[in-house]
């Protein structure tokens, strides 16, 4: 007679709880997808401005306090604050570029880190000063509520969309960018901005909207963050550190790179939080060190 | 050394001599090692033209080791801070291998990254304390004679420590290595050209300002007797880089003033809570569009002579 506790192989791996396990790559594939989106929205913005927009952070809690204030202020949902504030904040990154970033761009690349980093600090401090350090709840969608079981584990509904939705838009911007002339264009204009424009192309415009797409995709992320995180001043900042090593381990050279690296190492975090958890907040600064040593470009990048 | 920088060295020597008078001590102590760790720090992205966003991970890292051979060891002061300053150094050698693998961006990325590894080591290892810091630090007897826990000696002591490490970062930026320092900032592929083993210059320059600015960082733990997470957090790398660009990227003594500014206006604004980094980041902002050389840098083109 078997003891009525012991628990048979199928239930744990190497001794971890099935249910621990697939719970945590759960949340390594929800980290994953912000790693990615908010890769893909750096690299796009680097491929064209040669910047690095230590903005980002700032911009991604932007995009789930626009969302907040829908809600509380003007009563619009979940759904509404998917399509507009992307736009809304957006709209601000083309205010930014114009004003200051055009600024910049014959100057040291430096500059623009610099510029970008004081802009977070503003950003942030601003946010912090009119709604304190503590988290913001924001609804789950109503539709998107609840979960299924799926035999091994249990699944919510809201974390399969993001999931499903961050998937869709990183291939979506690959798709714009590698396959269609709008992206031959963008391609080209990274490569030789002067011989673009004597084709008769707007090259400033495009970088302006280059920038305002890049940051639309960091809004996007923080909408979709808002219910899962809580909306805090301070849910960039850390975050965006990690996806500067995320970004220095992919190398910025490739958009589908960028998407890739992004949802393995919120994979490799997930379950590195199962198997040995002191590690989990530096295995992605470790897993960068050791790129360093042997692929200095980074996995898919190019030294420029 | 040019007659503009003799007079200005004079003054500032001056003036840190005479300023106790008028001034709290303990403030001009703390202005002082945040000086030097902004001179440390002016040397990479100044002359060497390596702008490092992780800088605190050195400050932090010697501060948290001298308060621990300090407090739990019993070290003399002078070996706590030659302990602290050789853990910055050492740290410098392994994270300057891999930074120095990649320029300009990404190397301000990758800074970064390390230092925050650094920051949640420090978060979560025992010795640390965590959120308290190793607190209550004892200062000790300065050669078995002098007693620091006197506001003057300690003053005296800082004192030393920063003109001694400001020297030495004048002679380093004015000795050959220096000048084929600059040479690989302004053209790297030349320096190549010319035979200089860039890696080892950009190596030693890193490693160097490591240990200059764990220099600071050793000093302030034993003046304020505490060693505290706020010295390794991505802001205060943030914060050196401001005290550096708004006294002036590559003068003498921009950053001494850049950090003189930035502390005196943190003293005040303390109880503004959160607007401290608006204003930070708004200084950032016109620095960077309106006013690239820095009050020092403007100072020294006003008066056409190098400061």
Same mark, same amino acid.
């Given at each position: 007679?078997?003891? %009525?506790?012991?628990?048979?192989?199928?239930?744990?791996?190497?001794?971890?709880?099935?249910?621990?396990?697939?719970?945590?790559?759960?949340?390594?594939?929800?980290?994953?997808?912000?790693?990615?989106?908010?890769?893909?929205?750096?690299?796009?913005?680097?491929?064209?401005?040669?910047?690095?927009?230590?903005?980002?952070?700032?911009?991604?809690?932007?995009?789930?306090?626009?969302?907040? /204030?829908?809600?509380?202020?003007?009563?619009?949902?979940?759904?509404?604050?998917?399509?507009?504030?992307?736009?809304?904040?957006?709209?601000?990154?083309?205010?930014?570029?114009?004003?200051?970033?055009?600024? /910049?761009?014959?100057?040291?690349?430096?500059?623009?880190?610099?510029?970008?980093?004081?802009?977070? /600090?503003?950003?942030?401090?601003?946010?912090?000063?009119?709604?304190?350090?503590?988290?913001?709840?924001?609804?789950?969608?109503?539709?998107?509520?609840?979960?299924?079981?799926?035999?091994?584990?249990?699944?919510?509904?809201?974390?399969?969309?993001?999931?499903?939705?961050?998937?869709?838009?990183?291939?979506?911007?690959?798709?714009?960018?590698?396959?269609?002339?709008?992206?031959?264009?963008?391609?080209?204009?990274?490569?030789?901005?002067?011989?673009?424009?004597?084709?008769?192309?707007?090259?400033?415009?495009?970088?302006?909207?280059?920038?305002?797409?890049?940051?639309?995709?960091?809004?996007?992320?923080?909408?979709?963050?808002?219910?899962?995180?809580?909306?805090?001043?301070?849910?960039?900042?850390?975050?965006?550190?990690?996806?500067?090593?995320?970004?220095?381990?992919?190398?910025?050279?490739?958009?589908?790179?960028?998407?890739?690296?992004?949802?393995?190492?919120?994979?490799?975090?997930?379950?590195?939080?199962?198997?040995? %958890?002191?590690?989990?907040?530096?295995?992605?600064?470790?897993?960068?060190?050791?790129?360093?040593?042997?692929? %200095?470009?980074? /996995?898919?990048?190019?030294?420029? | 050394?040019?007659?503009?920088?003799?007079?200005?060295?004079?003054?500032?020597?001056?003036?840190?001599?005479?300023?106790?008078?008028?001034?709290?001590?303990?403030?001009?102590?703390?202005?002082?090692?945040?000086?030097?760790?902004?001179?440390?720090?002016?040397?990479?992205?100044?002359?060497?033209? +390596?702008?490092?966003?992780?800088?605190?991970?050195?400050?932090?890292? &010697?501060? $948290?080791?001298?308060?621990?051979?300090?407090?739990?060891?019993?070290? &003399?002061?002078?070996?706590?801070?030659?302990?602290?300053?050789?853990?910055?150094?050492?740290?410098?050698?392994?994270?300057?291998?891999?930074?120095?693998?990649?320029?300009?961006?990404?190397? &301000?990325?990758?800074?970064?990254?390390?230092?925050?590894?650094? $920051?949640?080591? $420090?978060?979560?290892? !025992?010795?640390?304390?965590?959120?308290?810091?190793?607190?209550? =630090?004892?200062?000790?007897?300065?050669?078995?004679?002098?007693?620091?826990?006197?506001?003057?000696?300690?003053?005296?002591?800082?004192?030393?420590?920063?003109?001694?490490?400001?020297?030495?970062?004048?002679?380093?930026?004015?000795?050959?290595?220096?000048? =084929?320092?600059?040479?690989?900032?302004?053209?790297?592929?030349?320096?190549?050209?010319?035979?200089?083993?860039?890696?080892?210059?950009? +190596?030693?320059?890193?490693?160097?300002?490591?240990?200059?600015?764990?220099?600071?960082?050793?000093?302030?733990?034993?003046?304020?007797?505490?060693?505290?997470?706020?010295?390794?957090?991505?802001?205060?790398?943030?914060?050196?880089?401001?005290?550096?660009?708004?006294?002036?990227?590559?003068?003498?003594?921009? !950053?001494?003033?850049?950090?003189?500014?930035?502390?005196?206006?943190?003293?005040?604004?303390?109880?503004?809570?959160?607007?401290?980094?608006?204003?930070?980041?708004?200084?950032?902002?016109?620095?960077?569009?309106?006013?690239?050389?820095?009050? =020092?840098?403007?100072?020294?083109?006003?008066?056409?002579? !190098?400061?």
């Amino acid at each position: 007679m078997r003891a %009525p506790f012991r628990t048979t192989a199928m239930d744990s791996i190497f001794g971890v709880p099935v249910q621990a396990l697939f719970g945590q790559l759960l949340i390594g594939l929800i980290n994953g997808s912000f790693y990615a989106l908010l890769s893909l929205g750096l690299a796009v913005i680097f491929g064209l401005l040669n910047i690095i927009n230590f903005t980002h952070g700032a911009q991604y809690m932007m995009g789930a306090f626009v969302a907040y /204030l829908l809600a509380s202020k003007a009563g619009l949902g979940y759904w509404w604050s998917l399509a507009l504030v992307p736009l809304v904040v957006g709209f601000t990154g083309v205010v930014i570029e114009r004003l200051m970033l055009s600024k /910049l761009y014959r100057l040291d690349h430096l500059y623009g880190l610099l510029l970008t980093f004081g802009l977070a /600090l503003i950003i942030q401090g601003l946010f912090r000063n009119e709604y304190g350090t503590s988290g913001l709840p924001y609804a789950m969608p109503a539709e998107l509520a609840g979960g299924r079981n799926l035999g091994f584990m249990f699944l919510p509904n809201y974390r399969a969309w993001v999931i499903v939705a961050s998937l869709g838009v990183c291939i979506g911007t690959w798709f714009v960018i590698e396959k269609t002339k709008l992206g031959s264009y963008l391609r080209a204009a990274t490569e030789n901005p002067a011989l673009v424009q004597a084709f008769g192309i707007n090259v400033p415009r495009m970088i302006t909207l280059t920038y305002g797409f890049g940051v639309a995709l960091a809004a996007f992320a923080g909408v979709m963050a808002a219910p899962i995180y809580q909306v805090s001043p301070q849910m960039g900042a850390d975050l965006i550190i990690v996806v500067f090593a995320v970004v220095v381990i992919g190398g910025m050279g490739s958009i589908m790179g960028s998407i890739v690296t992004g949802f393995a190492l919120g994979l490799i975090e997930g379950l590195t939080k199962v198997f040995y %958890p002191e590690a989990s907040n530096t295995v992605i600064f470790i897993i960068m060190a050791i790129v360093l040593m042997f692929k %200095p470009a980074g /996995l898919f990048g190019s030294q420029k | 050394m040019p007659r503009s920088q003799k007079i200005a060295l004079g003054v500032m020597f001056a003036f840190f001599l005479a300023a106790p008078l008028a001034v709290y001590p303990v403030f001009l102590m703390k202005a002082m090692c945040f000086a030097l760790f902004a001179c440390a720090f002016n040397l990479l992205i100044g002359f060497g033209g +390596l702008l490092s966003f992780g800088h605190a991970m050195f400050l932090g890292t &010697a501060g $948290y080791a001298t308060a621990h051979a300090a407090k739990v060891w019993g070290f &003399a002061p002078e070996f706590a801070i030659l302990f602290g300053t050789a853990a910055a150094a050492l740290l410098g050698l392994v994270t300057g291998l891999l930074a120095i693998r990649r320029q300009g961006i990404y190397f &301000a990325m990758i800074t970064l990254a390390l230092a925050q590894m650094i $920051y949640f080591y $420090y978060l979560q290892a !025992p010795f640390t304390y965590g959120e308290d810091g190793i607190q209550a =630090v004892p200062r000790g007897m300065l050669f078995g004679v002098i007693d620091l826990a006197n506001i003057w000696a300690m003053y005296g002591t800082v004192m030393a420590v920063f003109f001694a490490g400001f020297l030495l970062i004048y002679r380093v930026i004015h000795s050959p290595f220096g000048q =084929v320092l600059k040479a690989i900032r302004e053209n790297e592929q030349r320096a190549i050209s010319l035979g200089y083993d860039v890696t080892r210059y950009k +190596l030693l320059a890193y490693l160097l300002s490591a240990t200059l600015a764990g220099l600071a960082g050793a000093t302030k733990a034993l003046v304020f007797q505490l060693a505290s997470l706020t010295d390794v957090h991505w802001s205060m790398s943030g914060e050196v880089v401001l005290m550096t660009l708004l006294g002036g990227l590559g003068t003498v003594f921009g !950053p001494v003033v850049g950090a003189f500014i930035i502390i005196t206006m943190e003293n005040y604004l303390a109880q503004l809570g959160a607007w401290v980094t608006v204003v930070q980041g708004a200084i950032f902002v016109i620095c960077v569009l309106t006013f690239r050389r820095g009050v =020092v840098g403007e100072l020294g083109n006003w008066l056409k002579k !190098p400061l």
